[in-house]
């Protein structure tokens, strides 16, 4: 899950990700409500019944959600398969979204690692919460490019990314 207000380095996260599994042999799937090109992917698509389609007839892909509150909303329980069932076929999900309030609590809950860039407090204490990481409150100061990062079994730790 990567979390932050805007142009605090979301998409560039997921598009630095997206490239990285690429060069180590994983397919990208990505859904994006604006279909930006400019993502290194195999299947690009602002349609999530396509994307749907895709994700549960191949296996072992890396999957970008951008702009999950567009994408999926809070109350698509069709999509939340993707946070639920897409790992038994081997793929690794990923949800960009503006605002954790986007989300419904199930996809929140499913996600095991956690790149938190700027947010809002609230959303902060929400995740310090359900990552039992008081440390996330930290992230109403970072700058642009710079996030913490949760594994919800490892520490926490900050990342620069530009």
Not at 67 to 90: C, P, Q
């Amino acid at each position: 899950m990567i979390l932050g207000q805007t142009m605090s380095g979301k998409t560039v996260t997921a598009k630095t990700l997206a490239r990285d599994m690429k060069k180590r042999g994983m397919d990208v799937l990505v859904l994006d409500p604006l279909k930006d090109p400019s993502w290194e992917a195999d299947f690009i698509t602002d349609n999530a019944g396509l994307f749907m389609q895709k994700v549960f007839t191949t296996t072992n892909c890396l999957l970008i959600v951008d702009e999950s509150g567009d994408a999926i909303g809070k109350y698509d329980t069709v999509t939340h398969k993707l946070a639920t069932r897409s790992r038994h076929l081997g793929h690794i999900a990923v949800f960009c979204a503006q605002r954790l309030t986007q989300l419904n609590p199930t996809i929140r809950g499913q996600c095991s690692r956690l790149f938190l860039f700027n947010s809002s407090h609230s959303d902060c204490v929400i995740l310090a919460n359900e990552f039992n990481e008081p440390g996330l409150l930290a992230a109403t100061e970072l700058p642009p490019g710079t996030c913490l990062y949760k594994n919800r079994f490892a520490p926490l730790s900050k990342i620069k990314y530009f």
